[in-house]
């Protein structure tokens, strides 16, 4: 199920899809189109202007946050974009509530862009604008697509197929999902690892276990590509931990690595890996090398050495970017514990509970202030980390709405509880 969408943009991208098609069919002037634009107008006030639509591959995001589609919805704002993008507006912005003759206009141009009819250069609507991004395009040129965009919409896409297989932890293992999620995080992290953490670590909202899940995930093929893993064999570790993590965590806290492992490890057994894993596996076997990879760490973990202490290598590394995601909603505190915090409580057992090699690893991938850092100034202004510097100390950090490079160095701070932040749940 998608997530709760207060503010109406599901309802409004729906109504305009369905004003679109009935101008498709019976034109401007028929009595449903009148009917269609009125319902449109009404979900305009209800999705409160300013809006700022970006269509973006396959995806429809408001105001730079994905918008959250179940399986009836999605095929027809997919539709809707297509259109979109046919009008040449892959960037539509309603800065009010257009009249109805207006919102007729507007379906009406969406209705040629549906038969590639780009909107003519003449066409004026008042209260919405538009404009077409070629970096929104995805295709042959997605390199070209902004790789904060490309972050964020990956991202989205991988909590939301994670929420799917921690919902379906009690089943077999998905192994086509839980690749998808892998691969669009390696993706990602190859397109802008700094991007894709401020995605993860800034996005307003609770941190679910699929979040939390994802997390873990991104740092430790973070974390490998820092170490130069071979890719083959960090993808195999991503696989173990999202399988660990699915079934490990919970909304507060989690179950030890050891459990975690042997519960993943119970569920991928038995589960299908698919024609075409199969066929990758070579003749006269079923099972697909990378599910023995995946199934031999965690065997590993869950049977080999029982005692974290003793594991090494990307054993060890799994152990701990779950531990610390185990441990980002402590539970005694009204506050979800930065990545900072995280690394702090990492340094701390460093070489007694935790591998030292590991942590060395994971600080290093991750800066010395890590993106989505809450911090204090020199002034005495509060704000959130948002991009490296050249001074590892000065990163540029986010006070309000103003972007502020230091003249000084900052200071970790605890992050404010939870009452008195803002913002909804992930992608909504």
Request: with cysteine.
């Amino acid at each position: 199920m998608p997530a709760h969408d207060p503010q109406g943009t599901r309802g409004l991208l729906i109504d305009l899809f369905l004003l679109m098609k009935t101008i498709g069919t019976h034109g401007v002037d028929h009595p449903l189109t009148a009917k269609g634009a009125n319902l449109l107008a009404e979900s305009l006030k209800k999705a409160s202007p300013p809006i700022e639509l970006h269509f973006v591959g396959r995806a429809v995001f408001r105001d730079r946050t994905l918008v959250p589609l179940d399986l009836d919805e999605y095929p027809k704002v997919l539709e809707l974009s297509a259109a979109a993008v046919g009008m040449g507006a892959t960037e539509l912005v309603i800065d009010g509530t257009p009249k109805v003759v207006d919102v007729i206009r507007l379906g009406d141009l969406l209705a040629a862009g549906a038969k590639g009819i780009a909107a003519p250069g003449s066409a004026k609507i008042a209260g919405v604008s538009w404009r077409d991004l070629p970096a929104a395009r995805w295709g042959r040129d997605a390199e070209d697509v902004d790789p904060e965009v490309f972050c964020a919409t990956h991202l989205a896409l991988a909590i939301a197929r994670t929420e799917e297989l921690v919902a379906r932890n009690r089943e077999p293992w998905n192994w086509s999902h839980g690749m998808a999620v892998v691969r669009r995080l390696e993706n990602a992290v190859e397109r802008s690892a700094d991007g894709l953490a401020r995605a993860l670590e800034v996005a307003p909202g609770e941190w679910s276990p699929a979040r939390r899940a994802v997390s873990a995930t991104y740092r430790l093929l973070s974390a490998t590509v820092a170490l130069g893993v071979q890719k083959q064999a960090a993808r195999a570790a991503a696989h173990a931990l999202l399988g660990l993590t699915c079934h490990g965590l919970a909304p507060v806290g989690g179950v030890a690595t050891v459990k975690g492992a042997a519960a993943a490890l119970l569920r991928m057994m038995p589960a299908p890996s698919g024609g075409k894993a199969n066929a990758s596996a070579g003749k006269g076997s079923r099972v697909a090398p990378h599910r023995l990879k995946v199934c031999a760490l965690l065997h590993e973990i869950a049977h080999t050495a029982r005692d974290p202490r003793e594991w090494e290598g990307l054993p060890a590394l799994i152990h701990l970017v779950y531990d610390l995601e185990k441990g980002r909603i402590p539970g005694n505190v009204d506050f979800a514990l930065t990545y900072a915090d995280l690394l702090a409580q990492a340094a701390a057992k460093m070489g007694d509970g935790f591998d030292e090699r590991s942590v060395r690893t994971l600080v290093y991938a991750s800066g010395e202030i890590p993106l989505g850092a809450h911090v204090t100034l020199a002034d005495g202004h509060a704000g959130i980390v948002i991009e490296h510097g050249g001074d590892p100390l000065r990163p540029k950090v986010l006070v309000g709405t103003q972007l502020v490079m230091p003249d000084r160095p900052v200071a970790l701070r605890p992050p404010a509880p939870r009452a008195t932040r803002t913002g909804t749940r992930f992608g909504a």
